[in-house]
């Protein structure tokens, strides 16, 4: 199904005709974030502002203080081992949580790739609204979804639903942002993110080690979402950024000796390939709203999978619709209740995705994809 990027050192045997003698020095100039250590220990404690924290004040300044240590030593990965054969620089100390998200992401691959295996899909449930936070109500996105799960799962398929409405009602489920390392170079984005986890900077907890290994083991992945300001919602978009490693991403970390951005200029320069590392999966859509900013935001996620290398899966694989145009917000479910002909919508983009992942898993791709592309990026 999907591309596997060459195992080497990424670069391409011909030298970009307009690569310069030597490459350009990082930009630098911007204010520095650093924090005195008044100003750590402040926000560190916010942590412990419950009163029930009250008897155990001293332990708090102890680790408080271990804490502003290893922020000041800039103690990103704390946990390492040498990286070992198979890496560029195999003595390179390697982060373990890097290498168990790349470990996930390889196992997950290969279970993708086995031909006995039932159909995937991977279900995203794009709204932040939940029941169980303050919103107090189940989202409509949750709704259409089901039945696009029901439909699938009726088809055969086997379904797993990414619920990003849990980064607002789960406890320390967090999405860090994107930092753009691919605007400094394409081989600084490394697949998987090297970013986080920051222990040094206390950005702990990125789920998306874990949803990194669900997108490599669908076979199909099929988005629901409600828009936002005619925009993607923020649990998306901060998922979507972090795919950015997905589409040309580095699975060498050690090539450019962690985060040296000099280093990684040069490797681009040099010729680098760009290995879609989720290409060939199948995708589907749907895009709901009450006013406006449907069509955008569909074609804008239909762009984006596309351009990381996935497939559509036809003309009612990807919908757009409103609930309750201009009507009010309290009255939407009933919306929803009366417009029986989207929930169908729903369940038809599934079953056009399972039945565009069966071609796709018995060898029929799209025209075209063989083909090398002129300009990559």
């Known amino acids: 199904m999907s591309r596997k990027a060459p195992a080497a050192s990424h670069l391409s045997e011909t030298t970009m005709p307009d690569t310069p003698a030597s490459p350009p020095d990082p930009r630098t100039g911007q204010p520095d974030p650093r924090l005195d250590r008044e100003e750590f220990e402040r926000r560190y404690r916010i942590a412990f502002v419950d009163p029930a924290f009250d008897t155990q004040r001293e332990a708090i300044e102890r680790i408080t203080s271990i804490a502003w240590d290893a922020y000041r030593e800039v103690r990103k990965a704390p946990q390492t081992h040498p990286a070992g054969p198979g890496f560029h620089d195999p003595d390179y100390a390697l982060s373990d949580e890097w290498r168990a998200a790349r470990d996930a992401i390889e196992a997950a691959e290969a279970r993708q790739r086995q031909p006995d295996t039932p159909d995937r899909i991977l279900l995203v449930c794009a709204s932040p609204r939940s029941e169980h936070t303050c919103p107090g109500e189940m989202s409509k996105t949750w709704r259409l979804l089901e039945a696009a799960r029901d439909a699938a799962s009726e088809a055969g398929a086997s379904c797993d639903v ?44 990125d789920w998306m080690n874990d949803i990194y290994p669900r997108w490599a083991e669908a076979h199909g992945v099929m988005i629901l979402t409600p828009v936002h300001w005619n925009q993607a919602t923020s649990p998306l978009k901060l998922m979507m950024d972090r795919l950015v490693c997905a589409d040309g991403g580095n699975p060498d970390p050690t090539s450019t000796a962690g985060k040296d951005a000099a280093r990684a200029k040069r490797i681009e320069l040099e010729g680098w390939d760009y290995p879609q590392h989720l290409a060939g999966r ?26 990381m290398g996935l497939v559509d899966a036809g003309a009612l694989s990807q919908v757009d619709r409103y609930i309750g145009y201009f ?39 799209e025209a075209g994809l063989q083909l090398q592309m002129p300009r990559q990026k």
């Not at 999405?175 to 998987?192: E, G």
């Not at 900013?293 to 074609?299: K, N």
């Open 282 to 307: 199948a995708f589907s859509i749907l895009v709901h709203g009450d006013s406006e900013g449907t069509q955008a935001v569909r074609h804008a996620l239909a762009d984006w999978l596309r351009g």
């Open 162 to 205: 990414l619920e990003l409405n849990r980064l607002a009602s789960e406890y320390s489920r967090t999405i860090h942002p994107c930092k753009a390392c691919v605007s400094t170079a394409m081989p600084l984005c490394h697949w998987p993110c090297s970013c986080y986890p920051n222990h040094g900077l206390g950005q702990h907890h």
């Open 327 to 365: 009507a009010p917000y309290a009255t939407s479910h009933d919306a929803l209740d009366a417009d029986q002909g989207m929930l169908e919508e729903s369940r038809n983009a599934a079953r056009a995705l399972v039945e565009r992942i069966r071609q796709l898993r018995a060898g029929q791709h």
